[in-house]
């Protein structure tokens, strides 16, 4: 199975170099365009605040969103405190990890997670977990942006739900190569473009209305085989009304290019 030297739009940022080389890997001929950059608050505040809420014992279930999260806070705990006193709060109460990723940094800190949510780790799969809990006192970490339905949806479970912002998804501060990808979609010059997050088409949307480019880039995104990472992505697709072409079956990167790839040798040749 082979993309056959088609051209591969990525829009990911953290792992932009290990994207690259499995679009290689399936023949295709990448573009990476970083589109998201991943910055803590300036002021820790909010931090060493909930460090001291966990401490007093006011909550009894911490869900760890992110693993880039958890460990912007330890990195801000312990610039300001001690990392040992945010292992003893954590050793208080019960941890959720939604997924794998935020596991080695729990480990790191001789910590493990009492439920791992299962993929494809959405926060609906979040709920469901908490549902059959009888832990109603809820703190947050955050992932890069709120997300008003995951609260209200614990809160109809009749709990308090506490969430923590420790960082924020902003715009990379090199915009050239984001740029260009719009500008080259734009001009429909290339074949297929994998998601593997909802901020990813906001921000290159972002990006194409600010070059006056954003109906175009709209209109070949209708024409491309759109490749999404899992069911968030997909639903955010939709709901922008981009059709997704595939999705494969394990919400991770490596299957991504792999269904992509296989999905152009079956329909594209």
Request: glycine residues 6%.
């Amino acid at each position: 199975m082979s993309f056959a030297g088609l051209r591969v739009l990525s829009l990911e940022s953290r792992r932009a170099k290990e994207i690259e080389a499995l679009i290689r890997r399936e023949g295709g001929e990448p573009f990476v365009a970083p589109s998201v950059q991943e910055r803590a608050v300036d002021d820790p505040r909010e931090a060493l605040a909930f460090l001291e809420r966990l401490e007093t014992g006011e909550f009894d279930l911490f869900v760890c969103m992110t693993g880039v999260g958890l460990t912007f806070w330890r990195a801000q705990v312990a610039a300001h405190a001690s990392v040992e006193r945010l292992v003893a709060a954590l050793r208080n109460v019960t941890i959720l990890s939604r997924g794998p990723k935020p596991l080695p940094v729990l480990r790191e800190l001789g910590l493990r997670a009492d439920i791992t949510v299962p993929e494809p780790n959405t926060w609906k799969q979040i709920v469901e977990a908490i549902a059959a809990r009888p832990e109603r006192r809820i703190a947050i970490q955050e992932y890069g942006r709120p997300n008003a339905e995951f609260v209200h949806a614990l809160e109809g479970l009749g709990a308090s739900v506490a969430p923590m912002v420790i960082y924020r998804w902003e715009l990379p501060e090199n915009l050239e190569p984001l740029r260009t990808a719009a500008r080259r979609l734009a001009d429909c010059q290339f074949d297929v473009v994998l998601f593997t997050s909802s901020i990813q088409l906001d921000h290159l949307m972002m990006v194409a209305d600010e070059l006056a480019l954003g109906p175009l880039v709209h209109r070949a995104l209708l024409t491309r085989v759109i490749a999404s990472v899992g069911p968030v992505m997909s639903q955010a697709l939709e709901s922008a009304g981009i059709p997704v072409t595939v999705m494969p079956q394990h919400p991770k990167m490596a299957p991504l290019v792999k269904a992509a790839a296989e999905y152009v040798n079956l329909h594209l040749k």
